[in-house]
């Protein structure tokens, strides 16, 4: 799943946990023992955390061969990038969930959860994206950023863009 910092991803993903689904996403750590309370808070509803890093490819390609579902945040900058169009601006985006979907075969599935009510949560997904042989990663991570453009205009006040994104592919 490619999804956007939207809502809450954390209770997305606990209930996906929670109904038997075998669910990890990629996570950065926190500074000191904060990672780990925030680690085992997560693990207890069922999502599997793989730490972003040089040994995340690794932990995903195992939670795949798994047959689990991955959820990948994709709207900041994070490592190397592929640069899009979001909102009609040049932004550098994570490349891995396209290179790893090309690569592998898996699905790639825009997907995003958002508040309704106080205590109430709507998860959407969107059926697998299809791709074409010859396809780029740029390519596809741009039709990732489209869904969130949709995504996010229908819920603006519950994205959380906490980084700049379009200043360093513009300047």
Same mark, same amino acid.
């Given at each position: 799943?490619?999804?956007?910092?939207?809502?809450?991803?954390?209770?997305?993903?606990?209930?996906?946990?929670?109904?038997?689904?075998?669910?990890?996403?990629?996570?950065?750590?926190?500074?000191?023992? @904060?990672?780990?309370?925030?680690?085992? &808070?997560?693990?207890? /509803? !069922?999502?599997?955390? $793989?730490?972003? =890093?040089?040994? %995340?490819?690794?932990?995903?390609?195992?939670?795949?061969?798994?047959?689990?579902?991955?959820?990948?945040?994709?709207? @900041?900058?994070?490592?190397?990038?592929? &640069?899009?169009?979001? /909102? !009609?601006?040049?932004? $550098?985006?994570? =490349?891995?969930? %396209?290179?790893?979907?090309?690569?592998?075969?898996?699905?790639?599935?825009?997907?995003?959860?958002?508040?309704?009510?106080?205590?109430?949560?709507?998860?959407?997904?969107?059926?697998?994206?299809?791709?074409?042989?010859?396809?780029?990663?740029?390519?596809?991570?741009?039709?990732?950023?489209?869904?969130?453009?949709?995504?996010?205009?229908?819920?603006?006040?519950?994205?959380?863009?906490?980084?700049?994104?379009?200043?360093?592919?513009?300047?």
């Amino acid at each position: 799943m490619a999804v956007p910092h939207m809502g809450s991803w954390d209770m997305a993903g606990s209930y996906a946990g929670a109904l038997g689904y075998p669910i990890s996403a990629v996570a950065e750590r926190f500074p000191g023992s @904060l990672n780990d309370a925030v680690v085992r &808070t997560r693990q207890r /509803f !069922g999502l599997n955390v $793989i730490a972003l =890093g040089r040994s %995340a490819v690794r932990g995903i390609t195992q939670a795949l061969q798994a047959n689990a579902i991955v959820a990948l945040l994709c709207d @900041l900058e994070q490592g190397p990038g592929v &640069t899009v169009r979001f /909102f !009609g601006r040049r932004s $550098i985006v994570p =490349g891995g969930p %396209a290179a790893i979907a090309l690569k592998t075969g898996a699905p790639l599935m825009p997907a995003c959860s958002y508040a309704t009510a106080r205590g109430r949560h709507q998860i959407h997904l969107d059926p697998p994206l299809s791709w074409t042989p010859g396809e780029t990663k740029e390519g596809l991570m741009q039709r990732v950023v489209n869904r969130f453009e949709d995504f996010i205009k229908e819920r603006p006040d519950q994205w959380y863009a906490f980084r700049p994104m379009f200043t360093r592919a513009e300047g």
